[in-house]
């Protein structure tokens, strides 16, 4: 069983940072791939990034790749997605998941957080 966390959501200017937090509890953490995914309301849920287990593979939806970046740190049982060159239409809540194995579809993942809210004002 994991857990999940989110924290770093916000009210930013477009064109601004963000850095989201995913923290997990459950010792087995650091076997579980990660991945971000957003919801803005009318709209179907979408994927964002996520990471492998060890970090050494990432994946990236089209919309934020050059812009976000995701990693983590086993250690702190803690995965991150820093939002850079904000848009307004990055907002949305943000959810991440996790589950054994990485993958891009909001189905193959068994484990959620709550969600946090990113707002980007023109």
């Known amino acids: 069983q994991v857990q999940l966390v989110e924290s770093g959501g916000g009210l930013v200017q477009a064109g601004g940072s963000l850095r989201l937090s995913c923290v997990a509890s459950?010792?087995?953490?650091?076997?579980?791939?990660v991945g971000w995914f957003r919801q803005a309301p009318g709209k179907e849920r979408e994927f964002v990034a996520a990471?492998?287990?060890?970090?050494?593979?990432?994946y990236y939806g089209d919309s934020v790749k050059g812009r976000f970046t995701i990693s983590r740190d086993n250690a702190k049982n803690t995965v991150y997605l820093r939002m850079n060159s904000l848009k307004p239409e990055d907002t949305a809540v943000y959810y991440c998941?996790?589950?054994?194995?990485?993958?891009?579809?909001?189905?193959?993942?068994?484990?959620w957080g709550q969600g946090t809210q990113v707002t980007v004002s023109s």
């Open positions: 998941a996790a589950d054994r194995l990485i993958a891009t579809t909001s189905q193959d993942y068994d484990y």
């Open positions: 459950g010792r087995t953490f650091s076997s579980y791939a």
């Open positions: 990471i492998s287990w060890s970090g050494v593979s990432t």
